[in-house]
C-alpha cells in the first residue's frame, strides 16, 4: 500500500501518467454503471406507477356492480341471470390505458416504448385476476373484492452493448375495494 502511494505522489510524469489514466477510467466505468442503475430503476417506477394507474382504474370501473352488492347484503358484483347468481365484474382494457399512458407502441406482441435510438422499453405477459367477494359469507373473514394483475417489463441495457442480457422483472399490483360503511 505504502509502495502505491509513492508511485501516486512521485514527481516523475512516467509513472504517475498511468494511473491518472487509470483513475479517470474507474471513475468513468463507476459513473457509467451507476447511470445505468439510477435509468433502470426509474423506469422500473414509471411502469409500476403506471399499471398500478390502470388496475385501480378497472377496480373503479367495476364499482358500480360491487357497490351496489355490498350495500345491501355484503356481498360483491354479482346480477341475477336467469335462474341463478352470476359473477358480474370486468378486468377492463390495462393494455389500452398502459398504452395511453406510457405512450407504448405494439410491436410483435409487446407494447414497446420507442426512443430515437431504438427500444427503451417493452411490457407484455399482462395476467389479470379479478376476485369477487363472495356472494353470501358465511364468516366473519370477508374476502373482498380485489384485482391483481402481473406483467413483465423488459429493459434493454445500454451499456456494454449486446453484451448483456436486457433486464427482465415481473411487476405485480393489486387493487382492493373496501367499503367505507
Known amino acids: 500500500m505504502n ?3 509513492r508511485l501516486l505522489r512521485s514527481k516523475k510524469g512516467f509513472s504517475s501518467a498511468p494511473w491518472a489514466v487509470v483513475l479517470t477510467l474507474v471513475s468513468l466505468m463507476l459513473f457509467v454503471i451507476l447511470w445505468q442503475f439510477a435509468r433502470l430503476v426509474t423506469i422500473s417506477a414509471g411502469v409500476k406507477d403506471a399499471v398500478q394507474s390502470a388496475v385501480i382504474s378497472t377496480s373503479v370501473g367495476n364499482y358500480g356492480n360491487v357497490y351496489d352488492g355490498i350495500r345491501e347484503g355484503y356481498s360483491g358484483g354479482y346480477k341475477y341471470s336467469g335462474s341463478a347468481w352470476k359473477s358480474a365484474v370486468s378486468t377492463g382494457n390495462i393494455y389500452g390505458r398502459l398504452d395511453n399512458l406510457l405512450g407504448l407502441k405494439t410491436l410483435n406482441g409487446k407494447h414497446v416504448k420507442l426512443n430515437p435510438d431504438g427500444t427503451e422499453y417493452s411490457v407484455y405477459g399482462l395476467t ?9 359469507p358465511n364468516s366473519s373473514a370477508v374476502k373482498q373484492f380485489s384485482a391483481t394483475s402481473k406483467i413483465t417489463l423488459e429493459v434493454p441495457l445500454s451499456f456494454c452493448g449486446d453484451v448483456l442480457p436486457p433486464m427482465k422483472i415481473q411487476l405485480c399490483v393489486k387493487s382492493k375495494y373496501t367499503p367505507k360503511f
Open 128 to 136: 389479470v385476476d379479478v376476485d369477487n367477494a363472495e356472494f353470501a
Open 3 to 5: 509502495r502505491i502511494c
